[in-house]
Every structure is written in C-alpha cells, then in structure tokens.
C-alpha cells in the first residue's frame, strides 16, 4: 500500500472516528505541528523502526485494519498504552517536553475512546480544561490562549451507545463511523463542524 494512501486512511481515523484527535489538535494550536505533517512523520517513524513503537505500528499495516484496531484497544482496554507511546514517540520526534497541559489531553483523549470493564457515566478531572480550551480554539481559531492558561477542569464520559460493551459483526455495523465516546467534546465537535472541518483539511 502505498504511503499516500495509507496517510490519507490515517487521517479519516484521526478526523471521523477520534482516533489520536485531541493529541493532534494540541500538537496544532499549542505546538504549531500541523496534523497532516505530524501524520507523515509518524508513519516514516514506523516503518523506520517499528519494532521501537509496537502499540502504534499495526498503523503501518496496510490497508490499516480499523475494525481490528478498535477491537483490539476496545478489549484490553489498551488505549492508554498507544497514547502513552504516541507522546513518546512525539517527544523522541519534536523534543515535546512533559507538561500539565499535554497530560491533560492524553487523559481525556484516553478516556473518550470506548473500552472494556470501566463503569458509565465517568467523571474525568484533568489539571486543566481541556473542553473549554478546545471550544475557544473553535471559535477562535490560533488566536485561543494555550490549554496551559486554563484552570483545572471535569469531563463526564458516557457510552449510550453501548461502545464498550462486547463487539459483535452487527454492532459494528451500526456504529462503524462511531467510536468516541459521548462527551462535551464530541457535543463541541458536532457544534462546530465547520471548524473541524478546516482541522481535517489541515489533517
């Protein structure tokens, strides 16, 4: 598959279906790396050396399984592993240091992605808000302040829709264009499409 191709798969996950989104948001408004070049440069990155980023490199596969990559994170609950790796691997590429704000993101973006044995509704307490900071960054686009400027903040996490629960071929067919929990972020998302819609053309 080639390597175009394979980028342009990895941006539908990111932008429609949530996977890394948030990360890569912050990484655009707060670092100034735009998600399409952050995309590339990962997926280099893993075919380079991808027995160094194993919770990452089934997205070097092609034509990446999506279906079993939601499968597989939705079961063992193992979001958090890829997320922790996707910030490592981003402080190895970019220098990103460790900070409040980026801890933010990756508990929420964790938290929003469905998965086995937790209990909902779930309330998510982040070091900074990291909702309200992503609504201003609709609104206002790079002139929103960082996430760092913002106070302490809580999500509320729910599954109505039964996401993590036990897969099965009919559940994912109803909700194949689903996998992010419901959250105010996905409520901001769907508020302001436009915005994210200039986000994945940037993607």
Same mark, same amino acid.
């Given at each position: 598959? +080639?390597?175009?191709? !394979?980028?342009?798969?990895?941006? +539908?996950?990111?932008?429609? @279906?949530? #996977?890394?989104? $948030?990360?890569? =948001?912050?990484?655009?408004?707060?670092?100034?790396?735009?998600?399409?070049? #952050? @995309?590339?440069?990962?997926?280099?990155? @893993?075919?380079?050396?991808?027995? %160094?980023?194993?919770?990452? *490199? /089934?997205?070097?596969?092609?034509?990446?399984?999506?279906? &079993?990559? !939601?499968?597989?994170?939705? *079961?063992?609950?193992?979001?958090?592993?890829?997320?922790?790796?996707?910030?490592?691997?981003?402080? &190895? %590429? $970019?220098?990103?240091?460790?900070?409040?704000?980026?801890?933010?993101?990756? &508990?929420?973006? &964790?938290?929003?992605?469905?998965?086995?044995?937790?209990? $909902?509704?779930?309330? =998510?307490? =982040?070091?900074?808000? =990291? #909702?309200?900071?992503?609504?201003? +960054?609709? %609104?206002?686009?790079?002139?929103?302040?960082?996430?760092?400027?913002?106070?302490?903040?809580? #999500?509320?996490?729910?599954?109505?829709?039964?996401?993590?629960?036990?897969?099965?071929?009919?559940? *994912? %067919?109803?909700?194949?264009?689903?996998?992010?929990?419901?959250? /105010?972020?996905?409520?901001? !998302?769907?508020?302001?499409?436009?915005?994210?819609?200039?986000?994945? !053309?940037?993607?």
């Amino acid at each position: 598959m +080639r390597q175009t191709e !394979r980028a342009l798969q990895l941006q +539908r996950a990111t932008r429609d @279906l949530g #996977v890394l989104h $948030y990360l890569l =948001v912050y990484l655009d408004h707060d670092c100034g790396l735009r998600p399409a070049e #952050v @995309l590339a440069d990962l997926l280099e990155d @893993l075919q380079d050396s991808p027995a %160094r980023w194993p919770s990452l *490199a /089934p997205l070097l596969d092609g034509p990446i399984d999506l279906g &079993t990559l !939601r499968e597989a994170n939705r *079961a063992h609950a193992s979001w958090g592993s890829l997320h922790d790796e996707f910030a490592a691997w981003a402080q &190895t %590429r $970019y220098g990103l240091p460790d900070s409040t704000a980026w801890s933010s993101v990756l &508990t929420l973006q &964790t938290a929003i992605m469905p998965a086995c044995g937790r209990a $909902y509704p779930e309330s =998510v307490e =982040v070091p900074h808000d =990291v #909702v309200a900071w992503f609504i201003a +960054r609709c %609104r206002h686009g790079q002139e929103a302040c960082s996430l760092e400027s913002y106070p302490a903040g809580q #999500v509320v996490v729910r599954d109505p829709w039964g996401l993590s629960n036990a897969w099965s071929a009919d559940r *994912a %067919r109803a909700h194949s264009s689903r996998w992010e929990l419901d959250s /105010p972020l996905l409520e901001a !998302r769907a508020h302001y499409q436009a915005t994210e819609s200039e986000y994945s !053309r940037s993607a």
